[in-house]
C-alpha cells in the first residue's frame, strides 16, 4: 500500500450522520496533515497534529493519531451536504532531508 | 484577494511543445511547491522551494524544470511534452521551509496534452 492511503476510498452517509475516514502511513513523521478538496479545485488544509500529540479538534472535526500503528482517523460530526469533498492525508518529515506525501484521497458525498 | 494564483486555469497543447506554468503567492510565505494531481486523484510532490532554493526535488523527469525569480513566484516550465504529462498542477505555499506548517493551496492548472 502507499504511503499515507485513506480507506475507505468512497463514503456515502446522510447528512448528520457523522463521517470517519482512516489514513495509514509506513515512515516515520513529523506532523500529519489533513486536507479537503472540492471538485474541481484546490486544497484547503483542515488540521495539523504533530507526531507527540495523540487527538485534536477543530469545530466538527476530530483527528486521531497513533504512531506505534502508523495510522490516523478523521471523524467530521454531524456532516453537512457541503461536506461533500474528495479529503486527503498528507504526512510530513524532516529529518536531514524533507518528504511530504500524500494519500489517494477519500471520496466523501453527503447526501441531503 | 488571491492567495495563491496559477496561470493558466487550462492549457491545451500538443506533444513535443514546452510550456509554462506561473504561480504566485501574496501570503509572504517563503516555500512554495508544485505538486501533480493524476486522473485518479493520486496527488504527488514535484519540487520544493525555501525562499528560492530548491530543498525537494522528487523523481521528476527532467524536462521539468522549476524557477523561482523570487520568493513570491515559483513557475514550472516542461520541455517536449508528452501524452503522460497530462495531469492537474497545483502549486502551493507554506509560512517555513520546514513540514510545520499548513500549505497554502492555487486552484490548479489542468495541462491536457494531444
Known amino acids: 500500500s502507499q504511503q499515507g492511503e485513506e480507506d475507505p476510498q468512497a463514503l456515502s452517509i446522510q447528512e448528520g450522520e457523522n463521517a470517519t475516514m482512516n489514513c495509514s502511513y509506513k515512515?516515520?513523521?513529523?506532523?500529519l496533515q489533513w486536507y479537503r478538496q472540492n471538485s474541481g479545485r484546490g486544497l484547503v488544509h483542515l488540521i495539523l497534529?504533530?507526531?507527540?500529540?495523540r487527538e485534536k479538534h477543530s469545530g466538527r472535526l476530530r483527528v486521531t493519531l497513533d504512531t506505534s500503528k502508523k495510522s490516523s482517523s478523521l471523524l467530521i460530526t454531524a456532516s453537512r451536504a457541503a461536506d461533500t469533498a474528495s479529503y486527503f492525508c498528507?504526512?510530513?518529515?524532516?529529518?536531514?532531508?524533507?518528504?511530504?506525501?500524500f494519500g489517494i484521497g477519500t471520496k466523501l458525498q453527503v447526501i441531503p | 484577494d488571491t492567495a495563491v494564483s496559477q496561470t493558466p486555469k487550462y492549457l491545451v497543447t500538443q506533444m513535443g511543445n514546452d510550456k509554462s506554468i506561473k504561480c504566485e503567492q501574496n501570503?509572504?510565505?517563503?516555500?512554495m511547491y508544485w505538486y501533480k494531481q493524476d486522473s485518479k486523484k493520486f496527488l504527488k510532490i514535484m519540487f520544493s522551494?525555501?525562499?528560492?532554493?530548491?530543498?525537494i526535488n522528487e523523481t521528476v523527469p527532467n524536462r521539468f524544470s522549476p524557477k523561482s525569480p523570487d520568493k513570491a513566484h515559483l513557475n514550472l516550465h516542461i520541455n517536449s511534452l508528452e501524452l503522460g504529462d497530462s495531469a492537474v498542477y497545483f502549486c502551493?505555499?507554506?509560512?517555513?521551509?520546514?513540514?510545520?506548517?499548513?500549505?497554502?493551496f492555487g486552484p490548479g492548472t489542468r495541462l491536457t496534452v494531444t
Open positions: 502551493a505555499s507554506s509560512l517555513s521551509g520546514g513540514p510545520s506548517y499548513e500549505q497554502y
Open positions: 515512515t516515520s513523521i513529523n506532523n
Open positions: 497534529i504533530r507526531s507527540n500529540e
Open positions: 498528507a504526512t510530513f518529515y524532516s529529518g536531514g532531508y524533507q518528504k511530504v506525501t
Open positions: 501570503l509572504g510565505h517563503d516555500t
Open positions: 522551494y525555501n525562499n528560492k532554493e530548491l530543498i
